[in-house]
């Protein structure tokens, strides 16, 4: 045992003895050590003693760090034994160390394994190897036409949300190109305050501003086409495709134009960038990069300048906030957006003021 200092005397203290120190190897020493080791990597099995095999799994504490899984037989008995080498961890931490482990039995190495290590589908409830087979019987329900929460919720102990962010590692699974679990629709809800058919379209951030608008106490937006879809759905990719997004039209739709409703549809399921978009939000960076991330879809969408006027005289004439008295404190600067309006004059704003403006407030 080599001591120093310190931590010498408490120990001798502890014992009342004096503990032996020796001197640290030499490094021609510590070297030649090294050929009494002998390397293995994680996830390979390999035999200890007859009827022993021992696993190691990355245990992420330091570089090298392993949990050790003991797989015995003895006579008609077979048992496993797996240390995480740290039990003062909480049930999470030991939870998903064991999760390593059956992750590794149960899919090796592979792109499949290292996804689920990646992103551990945690039912604390439930023992690991209870989860991954609930995860493998997902694919009786791949022909059913489910939505990814409805297959969650029927193959996971009624966990809707367990699948988000699921959908690579099930394809993987199924040996798919793609999730057969789709998101739920994106919904869109469409009021008009036109008549024409080739209206321009105004995407509105917040259900409060949508109504307001609707109810007309902003004439400036007369003559457009609305649609709320809450907050960053509005820019989900799957909003252009049929059957991935779902449309609820307001009365007053049908009573403009019969033909706007069939309208609306086509030119949202058509690659057609004539129609002119806008969108408005809360003046503040995350509702400008929905702007940005609109502009994916619509690639000719625009901030919407009657709306952002107005929240940005109040920005101006300080009635705004700190983005942490609204727990916005973690939103970042989406740096551009690709409108030029956007660019050159509310991000500007926002950036030398450091204060944002909800929507709703106008």
């Known amino acids: 045992m080599v001591l120093f200092g310190e931590a010498r005397e408490k120990i001798n203290g502890l014992v009342g003895g004096v503990v032996e120190t020796v001197l640290a190897p030499t490094l021609r020493e510590a070297v030649a050590s ?19 095999q021992c696993t190691f ?16 037989a003895e006579r008609d008995r077979r048992f496993r034994l797996t240390f995480t080498g740290d039990l003062a961890r909480g049930a999470r931490d030991r939870w998903l160390a064991a999760w390593q482990a059956a992750v590794g039995e149960r899919h090796g190495d592979g792109a499949l394994a290292r996804r689920l290590l990646a992103r551990p589908l945690v039912v604390l409830s439930r023992s690991p190897e209870a989860v991954l ?23 996971f102990w009624g966990l ?8 690579e590692a099930i394809a993987l699974m199924l040996g798919l ?34 109504e307001s608008l609707a109810a007309g106490r902003m004439p400036e937006a007369d003559g457009h086409i609305l649609i709320f879809a809450s907050g960053y759905k509005a ?12 449309l609820y039209f307001a009365p007053q739709v049908y009573q403009a134009h019969l033909g706007l409703p069939a309208a609306i549809q086509s030119w949202l399921y058509s690659a057609d960038t004539a129609r002119p978009v806008f969108f408005w939000g809360d003046l503040d960076y995350a509702g400008l990069a929905i702007l940005r991330e ?12 009657p709306g952002y006027e107005r929240l940005l005289e109040r920005l101006l004439a300080g009635e705004s906030h700190a ?5 916005k404190s973690g939103q970042t600067d989406p740096v551009a957006t690709g409108c030029g309006y956007a660019d050159e004059v509310l991000l500007p704003a926002l950036r030398r003021y450091g204060r944002f403006v909800d929507q709703e407030s106008v």
Not at 145 to 155: I, K, N, T, V, Y
Not at 160 to 167: D, F, I, V
Not at 294 to 305: E, K
Request: proline residues 6%; neutral net charge.
């Open 34 to 52: 090294l050929g009494h080791f002998v390397g293995v990597n994680y996830h390979r099995q390999f035999p200890v003693v007859p009827g022993v």
């Open 57 to 72: 799994f990355d245990a992420g504490h330091i570089l090298g760090s392993a949990i050790v899984v003991l797989d015995i």
């Open 133 to 155: 087979a609930r995860f493998a019987g997902l694919a009786g329900l791949a022909d059913a036409g489910l939505m990814l929460h409805e297959a969650a919720s029927r193959q």
């Open 160 to 167: 809707s949300k367990l699948l988000n962010g699921q959908q």
């Open 177 to 210: 190109a793609e999730c057969p679990f789709p998101n739920r629709p994106v919904q869109l809800v469409i009021q008009t305050l036109a008549g024409e058919l080739d209206a321009p379209v105004l995407f509105v951030e917040n259900a409060a501003s949508f």
């Open 235 to 246: 820019s989900a990719r799957r909003i252009r495709m049929p059957g991935r997004s779902s």
């Open 294 to 305: 609109l502009r994916a879809v619509f690639a000719n969408a625009q901030a919407w300048q």
């Open 323 to 327: 983005p942490e008295e609204a727990a």
